[in-house]
């Protein structure tokens, strides 16, 4: 029996493109990864991946604002492999985003269809948020592959409830709630699925496997919980409410991260909303039973973080769904899937038209996702320019020109951390390092003598110093960064 060369075709075009994919995703992820400073939050991690013992890293680990330990433990192996330059400490978050696409493809293909996994796959990996925390060394990148590992495995284990499959999605569910808490809420996605399929007639058999393994789950991830977690509820932010809206829709990458000075860059949000819109549309208009419950599941995860915020008096802030992004990236693919194929049923019927009405879907497709591709570069350059901080500049310009008897002023306190890891561990000056004075506008403002010769460096969002009292003191802005975002650190100097 001959293999039909269609077939054959088909079979092998899906991997090539995934493969293709895959690998845009990795140059994205790799290029111009060492190029700018760690900042404050990354900091927290060098400095447990600085620690002389493992237990050293995880004991700062637990001092991270709800931080589960691996990230860290990761982190800490990268520095004796490779060493603490920025690139080799933000690998690991790059290969975890690259990566994430596995599983994202083959739950997607679960879901709905090979086409639209792969353009779902295409849309997160050029995806600027996506990018911007790939490269960033945090835990989002490893909860992006984590989260979507264990979805993957749990639908798999409702199709086949064999014991192997309900073992393997509990133990790297249990695996990455060590790197982030919130992989547990894919358990929410899971129940939505398992949910369309009610009526499975192992739908008893499948529900109770599922309850012990989250009695499993639950027995091996609550105490690491318990412990790392324990500090939660000392902060005291507040939740701005107004600003959920616009932060959610950063979150699943529909607004730009930074603000934008081209057109193009504005152009890609307009068309991924304009698709989003339409595949929304398109699931409740369809009654795509599956992929509704995982619109309803998206939205209760979303309302669950923000009570957790509102609960432990944390921010709200975008990064916080920022696993949800390719769910939008779904929901996009499957309008231009859509499209692609509107009224091709129609031109069946008719044999004069059937090429040239099908064709034409099909070629709107593909300009919609040629400009998807195209209208992110500009929003992607414009990333890899911005710089959130600029600790390592600073701490370099501070090694070759700081004399003793000087002072060295850094608003907010805590921002001092960045500089004593640049000055201590890359720039071999624990001297400098000891001499950073954390403070804070109206303390600085109240001192009644500066020292003629004083370095203040100064966190951009905390900038509320007047200009006329600089002015009086003598301080003068130095430049040290070409496109600071709207974190990173002001340099001003009194001499």
Known sequence: MKLNLKTRFSGALYPALFLLILLLSLGL???HLGAISLWYDEVGVAMAAMEATLAGAIRIAREHAAAMPLDDVVAWVVVRLLGNAEWALRLAPALWGTFSLVPIYFLF?????????LLACLFTAISPFAILFAQELRFYSALLFFYYLTAWLMVHAI???IWKNFFLWGVFTVIGIYFHIYVSLAI???AGYLYVRRKDKKIGIIIKRMLLTLISISFLALPGYLYFCHGEAAYQFRLELTLIPFLVMQGIGLLPYYSLSSL???LYYALLGLLVITGIYIIFKKKDSILKWILISSFIQILVTIAADAVTGYFFAA???FFLLPIASLIAALAVYEIAIL????????KENKIALSNIHKIISLFIV???VIFSMPVNIENYRMEKSESREISELLSQQYQPGEAIFVIPAWNALSLEYYLTYQFDRPDIANQLTGTSSLDLTKIDHLPDQSYLIINANYMDLPASWLEEMRFENIPVGKNLAYSAELLFTRK
Do not use: F, H
């Open 109 to 117: 293909k679960k879901l709905t269809n090979r086409p639209v996994a």
């Open 188 to 190: 929410c996605s899971g």
């Open 343 to 350: 009224n091709q049923e129609d031109a069946m019927l008719m």
């Open 29 to 31: 992820r790799l290029y």
């Open 319 to 321: 990064r916080q769904i």
């Open 264 to 266: 193009s860059g504005w």
């Open 370 to 372: 040629a400009g998807i």
């Open 159 to 161: 199709q086949k409830p």
